[in-house]
């Protein structure tokens, strides 16, 4: 139990085009998830926490106009990076919290984004 | 917010040897937290975690100290291996409507030579 997929597990593209990202909890009901961001040798930092039907709240620093946030329904959240520049380039990962229980949230499997 | 930090930020050790990994965190309020282990290009794998009502939690060769006097906890790895090799991120969370919303240490890197 307590699958989270997110898709696709990479990505390709040029600068200026956007780019979504899925993240779904196959095996529970996640209210909430959260984005983050790891670059190259650097730490996890957390963008945005998603919530369902409401909308998302975003960390200091993080543009929501750039980075958008849908959590539509209690089992996916995506993540549309738009008018993506080479700096973008990352490595980004989701995860979801369990309604139901209040323990850890589970992590997908990330998506390289390469910007050329 | 929260902040975390995590020392060292690279480990070697010999197989056999043991391993420690510290963290200190900001926020009093804070009241979960997980220690991670990512190989490179994937997830983050949750290893051991302990919560504020306890002070120590053992898995096999793993295990997490908690001060929340000093606002720092530890990982000990006992006995390790070259399987153990990478990198290890410390967490922290508030629990309540933030419960799963994590602030991670910068990581750190363990090499175990055999």
């Known amino acids: 139990g307590a699958v989270v997929s997110q898709h696709p597990s990479w990505v390709i593209c040029k600068s200026g085009t956007s780019v979504k990202i899925e993240c779904r909890s196959l095996?529970?009901?996640?209210?909430?998830m959260f984005w983050y961001r790891q670059f190259p040798k650097q730490s996890l930092m957390l963008m945005a926490t998603?919530?369902?039907?409401?909308?998302?709240?975003?960390e200091q620093g993080v543009e929501k106009d750039k980075f958008l946030i849908n959590h539509a329904s209690l089992t996916l959240s995506t993540l549309t990076v738009t008018s993506a520049h080479p700096e973008d380039s990352s490595f980004y990962i989701c995860?979801?919290?369990?309604?139901?229980?209040?323990?850890?949230?589970?992590f997908g499997q990330g998506t390289r984004l390469t910007v050329v | 917010g929260e902040n975390v930090e995590q020392h060292p930020s690279t480990l070697s050790v010999q197989e056999g040897d043991s391993a420690v990994i510290k963290c200190t965190y900001s926020?009093?309020?804070?009241?979960?937290f997980p220690w991670y282990k990512q190989e490179l290009g994937k997830r983050p794998q949750l290893i051991i975690d302990?919560?504020?009502?306890?002070g120590e939690k053992k898995d096999q060769r793993i295990a997490v100290t908690l001060n929340k006097t000093a606002k720092h906890f530890s990982l000990h790895i006992t006995e390790t291996q070259p399987e153990d090799s990478a990198v290890y991120f410390c967490?922290?969370?508030?629990?309540?409507?933030?419960?799963?919303?994590?602030?991670f240490g910068q990581g750190t890197i363990l090499t175990v030579h055999p």
């Open positions: 967490a922290a969370s508030s629990g309540g409507t933030s419960y799963g919303k994590l602030t």
């Open positions: 095996d529970f009901q996640a209210t909430t």
């Open positions: 998603s919530n369902e039907g409401s909308k998302a709240t975003y």
């Open positions: 302990i919560r504020s009502n306890v």
């Open positions: 995860s979801a919290r369990d309604k139901a229980k209040l323990t850890e949230a589970f």
């Open positions: 926020d009093s309020a804070s009241n979960y």
